[in-house]
């Protein structure tokens, strides 16, 4: 108990100490901290704090559920400013969402962000998470920074955002251009480079040491000769009959001429088959500029091609056309893949010796060719070329090639870029310098541009024509030519008017009008038709504003219809489905255009049209529309209502005959609690209404009947009337602590008799020895919300004391002693404030508005000696009474030498508690000390004569008063009371 008592004290103390420092005076400003001198935050072993805590705690908070904590973290780090921003950026990229959320907003509300953080920002616009991106977006608006421009290009100079106008586009530049012959490694490598299985060794093949070769010889069903043999280093082989034969450097296809030619002389009429089982393997080196150099050991067939292949063939930097065979006793053998690349010519095919070497040169100079051309790419050069044929390099001109300005990109003396302009058109004769002989060097891009995409010999129709297009133009050609191309009008073409949009001879547009009658007859007042002209044949609605009439209202499809000579109302009605039950058909309005632009109503009478009477069933005209009402929209609607101890009170359509039987049972029945008792009152009166008393009676089930049973008329209306005393459940209280039976108890009042807490604690049994009388405290349920202006200051509260329950857990055998110290704190709390005298007590569960309840003290002793006549409490459903047991000793808090438990004396002062407590402190509020009853009832110690065991005295210090008093509102003297009592819990 002491331990408790001495923890609570140390919180309230420290609670008091923070919210001293935490809180200006009056007459004075908080002072700005000295500026430290503090590291780079980048060191880890450096520590960088602010209000006690770490810059890397600061970065942690923002991962806290809480948004107090996150909020103070956001703006920690705003106060640590610049040293932070390293730490920041890169807490930008932490796991926890919540973190790159603060981090990105904490960069935003700093404003002053230097152009080296832009790109993680940037990078963090792309993040996973919406608030994240949102955030950034945030931060670089507020920085001045354009969300979709980079950081390089908002801080490029303007002058040079023009250079780049004038310069070669990226994609057309010549190390973004695709180098030409690399998808021919592109799968390259050892594997890549071995043989296709069973694939037969070429006759050509020269045999060597290692090779395993196969060879049978029969004749007349009798097999002579089966055997394989191995070629020696020496390069022989033997066999039976024939003895050592030597075959080095002799092909396959002569070994086997002479094999067969030697074994038919001892075997007549037979044949003989040689193949090679097994090729040997040859080890090749591969060097230079190719992806992985090294030692190779290949099959024996292996060429030149073989070995770029298993080497994973050239760099980027490495030659496709400067590769040298390296082999002994024989001539270097330069290779150029191009024409293999370009043309399909074949190789090579020798194969590869044993310690021969692949040499790949570094690559030569380089020409770009792009734009219309079939195989836009880079390519290597191994001397001069002409435009011509580097164009042919690339597979020659697209179909929309432009050849009589190609572009060539050069860079002249690696100063300065320069375009030269270049003529394939040119003869090769010409003395012009600029013809397709222009020599091409090494750097150029080669630009081929694409002819113009209008063409020079054709016109253009659209509008209402069945074909609309593009058509050519001929000598002497008439609209009504171009409109026979285009396969005619269209349906709904407007004829009285089409236009020709012409570009004239200084380049404006103008246009000319015709008719397209007079164009179809052929006249001569119709303008001939000229390349590039636009002809433009209207539809009829184009022109004409109103083609179509509209219904609208009860009809199975309401919308437009087209048109026509002599259509009626009828005839719309028909092609709108015809009109659904709920159609008003005495009456139709039909909204009829004039020619100043205005509309004019006429009646219909819709029952008399739709049966082709001529005076009902107008001709239509285009514009018109036709309004059909529903019987709702055209009539009053007419109900009855209901009222009272019904299930579904509201008021219902009235049906011919209705009687009040029959409106109760459109309202669900009687509910529960409804008495027998039913009020009518007619509708639709002058004057004082006349209420008429009905007699209902239950005749089965949902089935009521009324005496009279009246026939109702529209707006009449029916009021079930309740019985006063009924319940539709028992009410329920319950006592709990130091009485003999504990529990929910059924609440036996009744209208005239309420039952009181004397005559609940006699059904619960007497009090047990140990029960504290003077404790006795009745809890219950507020019965109205808080006002909307306290709403928000009471859930505030609330959220701080739900949060220190999470940190402390009241034991069952202390709940009432927890609920009593809750109570009695808050009591003092508020006499201390002076805000009046409401109780209010904190339950040890978390808290909403629907718990908020209120303690009401309960004076057991007078209460049990008059045997309920004196401070008796009448009870309510929901209530709870609480017994505590007697205590023997006294609280001492606050302002205290000694905070804590001192031991209860029979007729000893206040002054004794408090000397037993050590005596005051320095700062002691003497005059403002309260007492707090176990019954949780305060009272300024002035004000009383005597201690009780139990009691609690609460000595405030000045600082504590005059805090609290300097502070004004609510919502201030709350936040107090939720530490204080959140302090008290875990103590308890």
């Known amino acids: 108990m002491r331990f408790r008592y001495r923890l609570l004290m140390a919180l309230l103390v420290a609670f008091t100490t923070a919210w001293a420092h935490a809180q200006p005076t009056p007459q004075e400003k908080p002072s700005p901290a000295p500026q430290q001198e503090v590291p780079p935050p980048s060191d880890p072993q450096v520590s960088l704090t602010h209000k006690g805590r770490t810059l890397n705690q600061w970065i942690e908070e923002l991962s806290q559920e809480d948004p107090y904590r996150y909020e103070a973290a956001i703006e920690a780090l705003e106060q640590i400013g610049e040293p932070a921003v390293p730490a920041v950026v890169d807490a930008l990229q932490s796991r926890d969402v919540r973190v790159r959320r603060g981090a990105a907003q904490v960069l935003g509300k700093m404003g002053a962000v230097t152009p080296d953080v832009i790109p993680a920002l940037q990078t963090a616009l792309t993040d996973a998470d919406a608030q994240v991106q949102a955030n950034a977006t945030r931060a670089l608006t507020i920085i001045g920074i354009r969300p979709q421009v980079s950081a390089e290009e908002e801080f490029r100079p303007r002058s040079e955002q023009l250079r780049q106008l004038w310069q070669l586009p990226e994609e ?50 009798i097999e002579h000769l089966n055997t394989t043999v191995i070629v020696s280093a020496e390069g022989t082989i033997y066999l039976p009959l024939l003895g050592e034969i030597s075959i080095t450097g002799k092909s396959l296809s002569t070994i086997r001429s002479l094999l067969t030619q030697q074994l038919q002389a001892f075997y007549a009429n037979s044949q003989v088959s040689v193949t090679v089982a097994t090729t040997r393997v040859v080890t090749v080196f591969v060097t230079g500029d190719v992806k992985r150099p090294g030692r190779y050991e290949l099959d024996g067939t292996a060429t030149v091609l073989t070995a770029l292949y298993a080497a994973g063939g050239p760099t980027g930097s490495g030659s496709l056309r400067n590769i040298r065979w390296i082999s002994r006793n024989r001539p270097v053998t330069k290779v150029d893949l191009y024409p293999y690349l370009l043309h399909g010519e074949p190789l090579s095919d020798q194969p590869l010796r044993p310690g021969d070497t692949i040499f790949v040169g570094p690559i030569g100079p380089e020409i770009g060719i792009t734009g219309q051309v079939q195989r836009p790419a880079r390519y290597e050069l191994t001397g001069p070329i002409s435009c011509a044929e580097a164009i042919q390099l690339s597979g020659g001109l697209s179909p929309l090639a432009y050849t009589q300005h190609i572009e060539i990109w050069r860079v002249a003396d690696h100063q300065q870029q320069t375009v030269l302009s270049v003529n394939l058109q ?48 001929e000598e002497g050609m008439k609209v009504s030519d171009l409109i026979q191309q285009a396969q005619g009008l269209d349906e709904g073409a407007y004829l009285t008017q089409a236009v020709i949009r012409r570009l004239d001879a200084h380049q404006q547009y103008q246009y000319l009008s015709f008719s397209v009658e007079d164009a179809l007859a052929r006249s001569h007042a119709t303008p001939p038709i000229q390349p590039y002209d636009e002809v433009r044949i209207f539809y009829r609605e184009e022109i004409t504003p109103f083609t179509y009439v509209e219904v609208t209202g009860p009809v199975q499809n309401p919308d437009r219809y087209q048109w026509a000579q002599q259509m009626t ?13 709920e159609a008003y058909l005495l009456e139709a309005r039909l909204l009829r255009l004039e020619p100043d632009g ?10 008399e049209a739709l049966q082709g009477a001529s005076a009902a069933n107008l001709t239509l005209q285009a514009g018109d529309i036709l309004e059909i009402s529903t019987q709702q929209e055209a009539v009053a609607p007419r109900q009855v209502h209901i009222d009272g101890f019904v299930q579904r009170p509201d008021s219902y359509e009235y049906y011919q005959g209705m009687k009040v039987s029959d409106l109760i049972f459109a309202a669900g029945g009687l509910c529960p609690g409804a008495a027998h008792t039913a009020e009518y009152t007619s509708g639709r009166q002058t004057g004082k209404p006349k209420v008429q008393q009905l007699e209902l009676a239950w005749k089965q089930e949902n089935q009521v009947t009324a005496e009279p049973d009246l026939t109702l008329k529209p707006d009449d209306q029916i009021t079930v009337l309740g019985m006063g005393d009924f319940r539709s459940r028992a009410e ?13 108890y059924i609440l036996c009042s009744t209208t005239e008799e309420s039952e009181t807490v004397y005559d609940l604690l006699r059904r619960a049994g007497p009090l047990l020895p140990d029960a504290n009388p003077d404790g006795i405290i009745v809890y219950r349920p507020r019965e109205r919300a808080m006002p909307d202006s306290q709403r928000e200051n009471i859930q505030q509260i609330m959220r701080m004391y739900n949060r220190e329950r999470t940190e402390a857990v009241v034991a069952e055998d202390e709940w009432q002693q927890t609920v009593a110290g809750e109570q009695a704190i808050a009591q003092a709390a508020q006499i201390l404030t002076r805000e009046g005298a409401t109780t209010v007590a904190f339950p040890p569960r978390y808290l909403s508005l629907a718990q908020w309840i209120t303690g009401i003290p309960v004076q057991g002793q007078k209460l049990l000696a008059s045997e309920g006549h004196k401070g008796d409490v009448p009870l309510r459903d929901g209530d709870a009474i609480l017994v505590p047991r007697r205590k023997s000793t006294v609280a001492v808090l606050g302002a205290v030498v000694r905070p804590g438990s001192v031991l209860f004396q029979p007729r000893q002062k206040l002054a004794y508690y408090i000397t037993q407590a050590g005596g005051l402190t320095e700062d002691a509020a003497i005059k403002r000390t309260v007492v ?57």
């Open 172 to 221: 057309r530049q010549l190390s973004n251009l695709p180098r030409f012959g690399e998808e021919l490694f592109v799968q390259a490598g050892v594997e890549a480079a071995q043989p296709a299985p069973n694939v037969p060794v070429p006759p050509g093949y020269l045999l060597g040491p290692g090779d395993e070769i196969d060879i049978r010889c029969w004749g007349e069903g």
């Open 932 to 988: 707090i009853r176990a019954n949780s009832a305060t009272y300024l110690a002035s004000n009383i004569k005597q201690i009780k065991a139990g009691d609690i005295i609460l000595v405030p210090s000045e600082y504590m008063v005059r805090t609290i008093h300097t502070e004004s509102g609510f919502e201030r003297i709350l936040r107090a009371l939720g530490a204080v009592v959140g302090a008290f819990l875990i103590a308890g």
């Open 426 to 473: 040119q003869p090769s004769s010409s003395p012009q310098t600029n013809g397709p002989d222009f020599a091409v060097q090494a750097g150029d891009v080669i630009v081929v541009p694409q002819v113009l995409p209008i063409p020079e010999n054709a016109a253009r129709i659209s509008g209402a024509v069945r074909r609309p297009g593009i058509y050519q133009v």
């Open 598 to 607: 205005n509309r004019r109503l006429l009646k219909v009478k819709l029952a």
């Open 569 to 581: 109302v009828r005839d719309l009605i028909a092609e709108a489905g015809g009109v659904t039950e």
């Open 732 to 744: 329920v209280v319950t006592v709990r602590g130091q009485v003999a039976h504990p529990g929910a």
